[in-house]
């Protein structure tokens, strides 16, 4: 079946990069996507690549996708404690107009 | 703006209770869903409408029904609410453009429902 993985914490230093991975298993996924949600907040789409992309690029954002792999990662260049929050990666299987989630990375900030 | 909006941040209810969520959104769109959110599990699918008065049962829909009576509005109901409902409830609506991608099949969020059942 259709499955979205990544890890639950990431801890990074304020001002370091941070790269939160996702792995899937739908390789007719076209689009793959990153959500934010911020504490007591509701997701919002960050960014999104299309499956025939290998890297997407906008301002601290860097998404990587190797579909060979099924793997995709999003880089966020200086880190601040505005972007704590917790990311989920999704993906948009061809079969449907449903989006499969991951279970979240919590993004914690440390001084 | 778009805008999603769920009646209540927070909610408390007694076991057994019937239970209503609400959520209203603006943009005239027709897929609406509803998550729940629990840690480390992510978002679980309950329903999903894609048009009014439809519906389709997501990854959890025992123990939940909804209603779609309006475009704008989705509806969930916990029947008689239990302890393991207690959870964060994501409601979400975005274009119906079945075999379009990418950003037009955005979803856009409300700001969630925290639900506790004593």
């Known amino acids: 079946g259709e499955d979205v993985e990544q890890s639950l914490f990431l801890s990074v230093r304020e001002g370091d990069s941070s790269v939160i991975n996702c792995t899937y298993t739908d390789s007719s996924s076209t689009y793959l996507y990153w959500y934010k949600q911020e504490p007591g907040a509701g997701l919002q789409l960050l960014t999104y690549i299309f499956s025939n992309m290998d890297m997407k690029q906008d301002q601290r954002l860097t998404v990587l996708l190797n579909k060979k792999d099924k793997h995709l990662s999003l880089r966020i260049a200086d880190t601040q404690t505005g972007d704590s929050a917790i990311y989920f990666c999704a993906e948009n299987p061809d079969s449907n107009y449903q989006l499969i989630w991951g279970a979240g990375t919590k993004l914690i900030i440390k001084p | 703006d778009v805008k999603v909006t769920q009646s209540s941040r927070y909610l408390v209810k007694r076991t057994g209770e019937k239970v209503f969520l609400e959520c209203v959104q603006d943009m005239d769109h027709e897929n609406m869903f509803w998550y729940r959110q629990d840690p480390g599990l992510g978002l679980r699918l309950i329903y999903f409408s894609y048009d009014v008065k439809m519906k389709e049962k997501g990854d959890i829909p025992e123990g939940y029904s909804v209603s779609r009576e309006k475009k704008e509005r989705f509806s969930l109901i916990l029947e008689s609410a239990s302890t393991n409902q207690t959870s964060m409830y994501l409601c979400?609506?975005?274009?119906?453009?079945?075999?379009?991608?990418?950003?037009?099949?955005?979803?856009?969020f409300g700001q969630g429902t925290r639900l506790t059942v004593v």
């Open positions: 979400a609506s975005s274009f119906n453009l079945q075999g379009a991608r990418g950003i037009n099949t955005e979803a856009f």
